[in-house]
């Protein structure tokens, strides 16, 4: 790989270049469910009048999902906006990998169903149960268990995270009755015995990330694995106990639960099982996988690991080999604007709390741990809150601008990337008063910057990884009209949304004469070379077009 050529008409700015990523601040429509627009953001709305300011799409296949019906999301907004490039990404690429039954060629689809089908046991599945297509799609699950009993496998156990975080947020009964629904077709032809065997809350168990909360995967544990824990005779019947106890309790918020068949659990991990975790993504599935994989294994107390074979859809972590086994290789992305820098001998740094730490690191770095070259980079993480976003929405915003106003004012980095988290971790909440505190103190934050960008003469490029609190409230499918709860107030959406996000270059001291290049549909992926001509590089070739020219 070669380094960076310099740009033939400028220099670059003679302070730091600093790309802040207002994680879930999209552009909607301007109504009482976005709450961007309904919160005072004076810094941003300054920008927007002021600065150069354009729109970037941040869905769909601008960021390499299958279809433009599909919504952003962190892992592949920052994959997108690292590598400067689309890539395929992991729902497409399982697609794929089904249709040309590539799958059920590779070696591990093999050793795990040739496993269970040897030894008679079970075949386990785990994951986030919905069609989200953030983490995981159950079409992906019923490929796979049409197939296994089509291989001859006779027991499969299902271990249900219920969502409500991508998809509407108490959507569970819906996804359970359906899969029901298909489980008894399967079960009712082919003699074959396919049952839910646990599940919970995807945000109350197992799917932590960042090891942010460690007994979130404990007691997903003790659930899936152990089958310890409240039983119940269904997983509807279980959902529907928990939001009768707890009235308004979200999806995603759901206790752990056991499905119990004559007195004993229907589904615990035993000794000569497989186990299959299905989500593809990464950030959210390192955890369980590392329990299953590792040994010794000092997070939590697992009691005595069932020795069984374990596989992810995808490698979750390719440098730490986090799991051993998977399905499906994930999409190699080389060549990020971090690796041309290191390349280069360019300083950078890059900051976020716990909660969004590898996504300017790992994922932004093409799902790559470590740094390229420690000589020229710094990374740093602010320990997240460990209470309710909604509690604390401002979050970790004002020390983590504390320490990039510092690091600007430093002069030390001449590339400085940074997430704030709340319109998103706020966001998806669904907690209208709350959300909007958090966009106040990210538009604060941004404020902040501004103020040392123009004291170092350096430039600010603001924009977002993919829209959220733009879009809280839920809609009527037909009319789009906003639902109302029974005191008037709407109904929130806790999911990402499918709008563009804003992007503001801002360059206070006028050197790079910087104006909208004019490419037509840019999606986050210009923001790579859009950093680039700031500093006074050319881009390399193959990266999408930057979002201003320069010169
Ligand atoms: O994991 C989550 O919290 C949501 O599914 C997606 O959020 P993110 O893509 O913004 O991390
Ligand atoms: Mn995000
Ligand atoms: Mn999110």
């Given at each position: 790989m070669e380094s960076l050529k310099k740009h033939p008409r400028f220099a670059g700015v003679e302070g730091p270049v600093v790309l802040v990523v207002m994680d879930g601040i999209g552009i909607g429509r301007?109504?009482?469910?976005?709450l961007v627009h309904r919160a005072k953001t004076p810094n941003i709305d300054w920008l927007a009048e002021h600065a150069i300011a354009s729109q970037l799409k941040a869905h769909g296949t601008a960021v390499g999902l299958p279809t433009d019906g599909d919504m952003g999301n962190s892992e592949v907004g920052h994959n997108a906006i690292g590598a400067g490039r689309i890539f395929n990404q992991g729902a497409a690429r399982i697609n794929t990998a089904i249709e040309d039954g590539v799958l059920w060629d590779g070696e591990v689809w093999r050793e795990l169903t040739g496993n269970v089908k040897e030894r008679k046991s079970t075949l386990h599945f785990i994951g986030l149960f919905s069609d989200g297509n953030v983490h995981s799609h159950l079409d992906h699950l019923r490929a796979m268990l049409r197939r296994a009993k089509d291989e001859g496998v006779g027991t499969v156990r299902i271990h249900a995270l219920l969502d409500g975080r991508d998809v509407p947020p108490t959507s569970a009964l819906e996804y359970i009755d359906d899969f029901e629904g298909f489980l008894a077709d399967l079960n009712a032809e082919h003699g074959v015995d396919y049952a839910i065997a646990s599940g919970g809350g995807r945000m109350n168990i197992t799917m932590d990330r960042y090891e942010a909360d460690w007994d979130m995967v404990a007691r997903g544990w003790k659930i899936h694995v152990r089958g310890e824990g409240r039983a119940f005779s269904s997983a509807r019947e279980a959902v529907e106990t928990f939001r009768g106890e707890k009235p308004g309790i979200l999806d995603q918020d759901l206790p752990g639960f056991v499905i119990e068949r004559d007195g004993a659990p229907v589904g615990p991990v035993r000794d000569g099982d497989s186990v299959i975790l299905f989500n593809y993504r990464g950030d959210r599935a390192i955890e369980l996988s590392r329990a299953f994989d590792e040994d010794p294994f000092d997070k939590f107390d697992r009691g005595p690991r069932p020795d069984v074979k374990f596989a992810g859809m995808m490698q979750y972590d390719g440098d730490l080999e986090i799991?051993?086994?998977?399905?499906v290789p994930p999409p190699h992305i080389d060549r990020t604007i971090g690796e041309y820098l290191s390349k280069t001998g360019v300083k950078q740094l890059a900051l976020s709390e716990t909660q969004k730490f590898g996504h300017v690191t790992y994922f932004f770095n093409g799902n790559r741990s470590g740094k390229f070259n420690p000589d020229y980079e710094d990374y740093v993480e602010i320990p997240s809150d460990r209470c309710p976003f909604e509690d604390k929405p401002e979050m970790k915003a004002k020390e983590l601008t504390d320490k990039t106003v510092e690091a600007i004012e430093s002069g030390r980095y001449r590339f400085i990337r940074l997430n704030y988290p709340n319109g998103d971790m706020v966001g998806h909440t669904g907690v209208f008063e709350a959300v909007i505190r958090g966009i106040e103190a990210v538009d604060e934050g941004v404020g902040r910057i501004m103020e040392a960008v123009k004291k170092t003469n350096g430039a600010l490029i603001a924009s977002a990884d993919h829209g959220n609190s733009d879009d809280m409230a839920a809609r009527d499918k037909k009319t789009g009209e906003i639902l109302r709860d029974e005191h008037g107030r709407p109904r929130p959406k806790t999911a990402h949304s499918l709008n563009p996000v804003p992007v503001y270059v801002y360059d206070p001291s006028g050197q790079s004469n910087a104006r909208l290049s004019g490419h037509p549909d840019l999606g986050i992926s210009s923001l790579a070379a859009t950093s680039l001509v700031l500093m006074g590089y050319e881009p390399p070739e193959d990266y999408t077009p930057s979002v201003v020219e320069v010169g």
């Open positions: 301007q109504d009482e469910g976005n799991p051993k086994k998977f399905l």
